[in-house]
Each structure stands twice: as C-alpha cells, then as structure tokens.
C-alpha cells in the first residue's frame, strides 16, 4: 500500500478468508488488494465474532470507545491476509457458536438489529473522530449490516460521502418500530422517505436512503432491482435514486482460484488438462464412468437458486448420459430433496451436504459444466469459477449471470466466441432445454473443447472493476472537497 494512498472506512459483516458464508465475503477481501494500487487504503471493519477473534494475531487496541448503545465495546486492529482490519469486540454481541446472523438451530440471532446497529454506530465514530490521525474521506457500506451507519454518521457530525453496495436486495435487515429508541436512531426519519417500511425500520432502506452514491454488484442486476419483480419492495426507492445507482461486476480471486497453480487439484492451463480431475472427482462422488458431461453445484440451498427447479429439469440430463455433482447446504427440504434424487440415481448423481472450500475447487476442476439457475442472481461467482477452470457455465438469464457468459447461440458458435449456456430463469423447461443444448453441444467434441477455451480466456478478475470503485471515490471525494 502505498504511503500516498488516501483512506477508506469500509463496514462489512463478512470478509473473506476471515468470515465467509457467501459471496460479500469474497468482495469485501478482494476490494482492498484491488484498490491499493489505484490510490485508496481500505481499511475494512468487522464484527469481532469468536471465530474472527480466534484468528487474529496480535490484535492492538486501535482506541478507546464508549459502550454503544449499552454494549461495552473495544476497536481493536490488526492485519489479516493482507488486509487492514478494524475488529469490533463485543463479547455480549458476538462472542457465539453458529454463523454471523443464524443460531446453531438456523433462526436469525433475536438481537441481530442491535448487532449490527452497534457495528455501525462504531463506524460512525471513527469517520467523526478518526483513528489516530487516520480518518476515512469516503465510508464504504455493506448489504444491510452497515445500513444504519449514515444515519449515526449524521448524528455524529460525520459529514464523510458514504457508497452502499447492493450484494442482495433480498435481505432488507427488517426490526420494529418500538426498536427506534433502543438503536437510538432519529425518531424523525422514520418516514417514507427515510428508513421506515411498512412500519418497520428498514436499515437496507436507511443505507439506500442515506448515502451519497449506490453500486450494486453487477450491470444487469441494477437495472432489475428497479423493476418490480426483482426490487423486492424496494423499487420504488431504487428508481427514485436511478442517477446515483450503477452496476459494477464483481471480480474473483485469481489467485487462489488459479488452475496453474492451484494446489489442491491437479493443475492444468488447458481443458485437456482436466481428464485427472474429472477421475478424481467421479471417484469422490461414487460416480461411474458415464458418455455424458459431468456437472456440478456448488451452492446455498435456497429458494433463490433454482435448485428446486433442477430437481425437475434433472432428467433432461441424465437421460442423456450425464452426471451431476452436488455441494452444497442450507434449506432442510432442499438437503433432503437432493440426498434423495442422490440415493435414487446411484453412480450419476453425487450429493454433499455441508459447507467444503477445498472440495468446491476439486469440482470445479473436474467438471465438464456448472450449472446455476438461480431465480435471481445479484453477481454470483461460481459461474465465473467455472470459466476459469473450463467448466462451461449453464446459467439463468439474470443479474450478474447474464452479463459473465457468452450464450452458444448459432452467431456466438458460428465466430467462436460463446463461453456457456444461458436460459430463462424461474423456467423448469427452459432449463431442461439449456441441459439438452449442454448434451447435444457435448457430443460435438472439438465445438465443446473451443468453449472450454474461450471460458478459460474470459477475463474474470478486478481489472475491469477495481478502476470503477477507484473512480467512483474519487469522484465522491472531489465533490465533497468542492462543497466545503
Ligand atoms: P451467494 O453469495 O448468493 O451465496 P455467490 O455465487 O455470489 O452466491 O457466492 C457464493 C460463494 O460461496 C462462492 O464463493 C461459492 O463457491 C461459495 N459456496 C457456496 N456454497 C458452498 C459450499 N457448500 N461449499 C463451498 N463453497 C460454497
């Protein structure tokens, strides 16, 4: 990081490799690196949760804080994978068993506005009073856990530009309007122009409502999140701040998802180079040797990713000799769904309950295609996993899906530029066709190696985006500076 570098205050409640239960975690530790050489110093601001706090080494007192909203608190600092972290301890908070927002049962923590409240509230402070002499000049705002932080921004007399980043409208950070006092938010922005909603204290509509600029994750996703089917009740407040909105794609890690390099599968930097991983993972999954592709799923089971909807389109597949496997966890009814199409295809279809980072890379490594068909999709990076490692992605037509693969139609075959399937989402029978499309472009070996090709040559990392966030926070700083 250079020392010229200028700061950034970012508030998240997951960063990867750090915490991580999906993909801002994976943005939130990619930002920084991508950042460090386009002039910003982002310093990134957790939850001291036990398993965060576990991890850390040598953490310092990074300053003294009054106890936040009742809760006794200490910043501390320390650097993890290369990132500067600013942890808020909070033992009363997030000294727990289970994930960031769930119980060990799967219900949401009771407490979970009043964890994040006191997050944010923390982030208020140190842009009021800095760190130090360190003191953010643009404050970065995560999904709904760092909402609120405009709001105490605002109280605090903190007059610093904050972007919020849209990872996934689906979740709003929803508490009752009796809370207003016990988060000590102003009684007077609970309006429809503020942070109520349908009598609720929204602090995804606080975050939307009060910061200076919106990205969200990908350019299709933003133009959705203005329509009714996909703002999620939000729209409204979307298309009235449409100036201030734009899609920015994310990035993956290219190098820890390197196949040249990566050392846990065989590696490879052509697709005739996967033949040992896919053994391998045929093996893993107690599958047989099969004429068909191989596919694979790595994901969260929920109602957003289509998988119930795989569970009908399956047999598109696997009537023509091909194969799935299976990683993935969350939505007991989908878990038990999936073992059983498992126990009821033995040798085609291999299913893992649970959560495996070493196994999801092993499969993408060996498989011929990934599929996701999710109902919606704000970015999603599996897809891009997938074309890294050759996996042809099979994917829904939305949000960040439509704008990463190149669709085999009979133009993008004819010059040679497709890179995967894409279909209607929320469509059972369009995803079956996308699966028949897959076996029949499968049997064509060399149209299918040349797809495998142009996949692994599409770019996928930060560089078309890192300047984009650089810009936007100059921009953002320079009006800031101009308005003083
Ligand atoms: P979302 O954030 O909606 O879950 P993304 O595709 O943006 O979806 O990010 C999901 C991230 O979590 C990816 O890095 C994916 O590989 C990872 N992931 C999801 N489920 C699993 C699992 N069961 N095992 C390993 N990694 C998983």
Redesign the pocket.
């Known amino acids: 990081m250079s020392a010229a570098a200028r700061p950034v205050l970012a508030v998240a409640s997951e960063c990867a490799p750090l915490v991580k239960t ?3 975690a ?1 943005v939130v530790g990619a930002l920084p690196a991508a950042l460090a050489s386009r002039g910003w110093a982002i310093r990134t601001l957790l939850p001291g949760y036990r398993g965060v706090m576990k991890a850390l080494k040598r953490p310092r007192v990074a300053a003294e804080l009054p106890d936040l909203l009742g809760t006794p608190v200490r910043l501390l600092a320390a650097t993890a994978g290369g990132m500067d972290l600013l942890i808020l301890d909070a033992p009363a908070l997030y000294d727990r068993d289970g994930s960031p927002y769930l119980d060990a049962q799967g219900n949401d923590w009771p407490d979970n506005d009043l964890r994040f409240a006191v997050l944010n509230l923390a982030a208020a402070l140190i842009a009021a009073d800095g760190i130090k002499g360190w003191r953010p000049e643009v404050v970065h705002l995560h999904d709904w856990q760092a909402g609120l932080t405009p709001l105490y921004m605002a109280s605090a007399g903190a007059a610093q530009p904050c972007v919020m980043t849209i990872h ?1 409208i689906a979740f709003h950070g929803l508490t009752g309007a009796e809370r207003l006092k016990a988060l000590g938010l102003p009684a007077e922005g609970f309006t429809l122009d503020g942070f109520e909603y349908y009598g609720h204290i929204s602090a995804l509509k606080a975050g939307l409502t009060g910061a200076q600029a919106i990205t969200t994750v990908s350019p299709t996703y933003a133009q959705e999140l203005a329509t009714e089917d996909f703002g999620m009740g939000l729209d409204g407040v979307i298309r009235a701040r449409a100036h201030d909105l734009t899609g920015i794609l994310n990035g993956i890690d290219t190098d820890a998802w390197d196949p040249t390099r990566d050392p846990v599968i065989r590696r490879f930097s052509a697709p005739g180079g996967k033949a040992a991983n896919k053994r391998a993972l045929r093996a893993e999954f107690g599958l047989a040797p099969a004429e068909g592709p191989l596919c694979v799923v ?3 089971l929920s109602d957003q990713k289509g998988l119930d909807l795989l569970l009908t389109a399956l047999p598109a597949l696997t009537e023509r000799g091909g194969q799935l496997a299976l ?3 969350g939505d007991r009814r989908l878990e038990n769904a999936w073992l059983n199409v498992a126990a009821a295809n033995p040798g085609h279809v291999g299913v893992r309950i ?4 070493g196994l ?1 890379h092993r499969m993408f490594a060996g498989a011929d295609a990934v599929l996701v068909p999710s109902r919606f999709e704000p ?4 897809q891009m ?1 997938g074309l890294r490692y050759g996996a042809v992605p099979v994917v829904a037509r939305t949000g960040g899906l439509a704008d990463t693969v190149i669709h085999a139609n009979a133009a993008a075959l004819a010059v040679g530029c497709a890179t995967g399937i894409t279909h209607r989402p929320n469509d059972p029978r369009a995803l079956a066709q996308a699966l028949s499309q897959l076996a029949a472009l499968w049997s064509d070996r060399r149209a299918y190696r040349r797809m495998q090709r142009n996949a692994m040559k599409h770019p996928v990392g930060w560089e078309a985006s890192a300047p984009r966030y650089a810009a936007l926070y100059d921009r953002l700083a320079r009006e800031r500076m101009e308005t003083r």
């Open positions: 999906g993909g801002l994976d996934n790595v994901s969260r990683l993935g966890s649970g959560y495996d980072e999801s970015c999603g990076l599996t996993y």
